[in-house]
């Protein structure tokens, strides 16, 4: 038999640790993906040169933070136009740092040697989790005090006249 009492007593119960678990997975969810107005996540990482560098190293400096993957097509096809684009601006007082999240060290060494990127890079697996960022590519402009500017999440011609427009304003 059952109590009338007890089943509203556990369908409540039940209702409001399913409202607690949502709440929980978005507030957590939220919380990681960092946006235009942040404050950028406190990283460190060592480069492909061996120069461990961490975000108050850039001070001074507009940082171009772009997160990328060998086996991602659209950043392949950013990639020439970010390099030219880091060649162009590194006078300028712009830092572009590219951090790779391959897992396979063959394929990002290959990436490298085909491309000779002209901007600093790095092969990483947690930063990106800091800036929420789980889609490829995605980049953050960030200013000489740490603060997000804007995000790109999608491949973006770094060499339109759009983007150096919008580079220029902020120099």
């Known amino acids: 038999m059952s109590n009338p009492k007890i089943d509203r007593y556990l369908r409540a ?25 942040d404050n950028a996540p406190e990283f460190s990482v060592q480069t492909d040169g061996g120069k461990t560098v961490k975000l108050p190293d850039f001070g ?12 991602c097509p659209p950043c392949v096809q950013e990639t ?6 880091a060649r162009q601006y590194a006078s300028r007082g712009v830092v572009v740092l590219g951090i790779s999240v391959d897992q396979n060290q063959q394929a990002y ?14 092969r990483e697996f947690k930063i990106h989790e800091d800036y ?17 500017l804007r995000k790109y999440a999608e491949p973006i011609n770094w060499m339109s006249r759009e983007t150096l427009s919008y580079i220029d304003s902020l120099l």
């Open 109 to 122: 060494e290959a990436f490298i040697q085909r491309f000779r990127p002209h901007f600093l890079t790095a």
């Open 13 to 37: 119960g039940i209702l409001v640790l399913a409202g607690a678990l949502v709440y929980v997975i978005y507030a957590s969810i939220y919380e990681r993906v960092i946006a235009a107005g």
């Open 80 to 85: 020439p136009s970010l390099s030219e684009f």
């Open 132 to 148: 929420g960022t789980y889609m490829y590519p995605e980049t953050y402009i960030i200013d000489t005090h740490g603060k997000v």
């Open 60 to 71: 001074g400096k507009l940082l171009v933070l772009n997160f990328w993957a060998t086996w």
